[in-house]
């Protein structure tokens, strides 16, 4: 592609455009470039050309539910507003039986993964969690069980005694298929002082991924941004990211997550209510060109809103996340978007961009439907 068909205005962008159109990597002070700079439309179209390079049309969704066992939760990050002391009002924790049944209702067999996370809860036993997958996967066999973010995987390991090698092979035999990307947040040690001082840090976050990749599971990563950090700071962030992935290439694709300020304690030390949907594909269209090495970009439709989940398709985003079905981190946080919507919705979004939508499993295997069948091609 030609640059002068890119018509980009910055010319701070101009020797970064002749890198990705080279196919070469971008270095820290390119990154920073990119999200110092205003030129939205040159940013979109460069992430757009390497989109197109890695998918053409080919635009992923899957059909999923979300299960939220507890919302009890020992830490108290000021970002969150979903976690709640055990005897405050709202604190739940799902009895197995009860998970079970969440996991089963408005059932169809068009359901492909159950995505599950919670809080870390001060009394459970390890094996509440171990006895979920298994009676999940028991109930469920051909979904996929997407299960226990890198922080709760931590948790589990610090109050067991047990290493997290040894967690993460009981939570496999029991029928964990992947980790998802969530407690990222964003890496830097000063920003994650203020907005969720007792989680673990960065390395320990990357170490729990790194094992799973060693071991042959795959994962997910995301990063937090909208609230007091830095472009350096999420910069930062995604190369370090981009140093794991070329090590392990396990990560299956990166999730960036728009701060909700509503309910939480962080809200109140931000100055501003909510990010920008220029500030949201912006930070598409930056972690598409920075991870070169990273195969999806998901538009999170739940936390950028449908409209500006369906833009993104086309500032490098490539999936679209899925029906979601029920909602709890985002909406307790203030989220208006609904927490659902259906596969013709979904379609629609991405064949409203002029792309192709393309069902896929947790692992991105396209899934064929026929009236009487669901086969995953593998
Ligand atoms: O871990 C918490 C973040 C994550 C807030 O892996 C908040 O495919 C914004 O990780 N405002 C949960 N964000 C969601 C998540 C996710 C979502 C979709 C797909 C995948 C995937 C992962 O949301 C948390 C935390 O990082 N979060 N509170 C808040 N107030």
Redesign the pocket.
């Known amino acids: 592609m030609p640059i002068a068909s890119l018509n980009v205005q910055d010319r701070a962008l101009k020797p970064i455009a002749e890198k990705i159109l080279a196919g070469e990597r971008l270095t820290f002070e390119d990154g920073v470039a990119l999200y110092k700079s205003n030129d939205l439309l040159a940013l979109g179209r460069l992430a757009h050309h390497v989109r197109d390079k890695l998918h053409g049309d080919r635009t992923y969704f899957n059909v999923n539910r979300h299960i939220n066992p507890t919302n009890v939760c020992v830490a108290s990050c000021k970002?969150?507003?979903?976690g709640r002391k055990p005897d405050a009002p709202g604190a739940y924790t799902m009895a197995l039986e009860e998970a079970f049944r969440t996991a089963g209702e408005n059932w169809t067999e068009a359901v492909t993964e159950f995505?599950i996370?919670g809080g870390l809860h001060p009394d459970l036993p390890f094996e509440y969690y171990t006895d979920l997958i298994r009676g999940l996967k028991d109930r469920f066999p051909d979904v996929h069980l997407k299960a226990f973010?890198a922080v709760e995987i931590a948790y589990y390991s610090h109050v067991t005694r047990l290493s997290i090698r040894e967690i993460l092979e009981r939570l496999k035999n029991a029928g964990l298929g992947s980790l998802?990307?969530?407690?990222?947040?964003i890496f830097a040690p000063a920003v994650r002082r203020v907005i969720c001082d007792h989680k673990i840090g960065a390395h320990t976050w990357l170490k729990v991924h790194r094992i799973a990749h060693e071991m042959g599971l795959h994962s997910?990563a995301?990063m937090?941004y909208g609230h007091i950090e830095s472009a350096e700071d999420r910069v930062d962030h995604l190369l370090q990211l981009r140093a794991l992935q070329d090590h392990t290439g396990g990560f299956r694709?990166f999730?960036p997550?728009?701060?909700?300020p509503a309910n939480?304690e962080l809200g109140k030390l931000v100055p501003w209510p909510e990010t920008t949907g220029f500030m949201d594909l912006k930070n598409i269209a930056a972690s598409r060109l920075l991870l070169d090495n990273f195969p999806h970009i998901?538009a999170?439709w739940i936390?950028m809103t449908p409209r500006v989940a369906q833009i993104a398709l086309r500032f490098g985003a490539n999936d679209l996340?899925g029906t979601v079905v029920e909602e709890k981190?985002?909406h307790d946080?203030g989220a208006k978007t609904p927490q659902t919507t259906t596969r013709p919705q979904i379609i629609r979004l991405i064949q409203g961009a002029g792309l192709e939508p393309i069902e896929r499993d947790t692992l991105y295997r396209p899934v064929v439907r026929t009236e009487t069948s669901v086969t995953v091609q593998v």
Do not use: N, R, S
């Open positions: 970002l969150c507003a979903f995505h996370v973010t998802p990307g969530g407690g990222a947040e997910t995301t937090l694709a999730i997550l728009a701060f909700h939480t998901k999170y936390m996340d981190i985002y946080a």
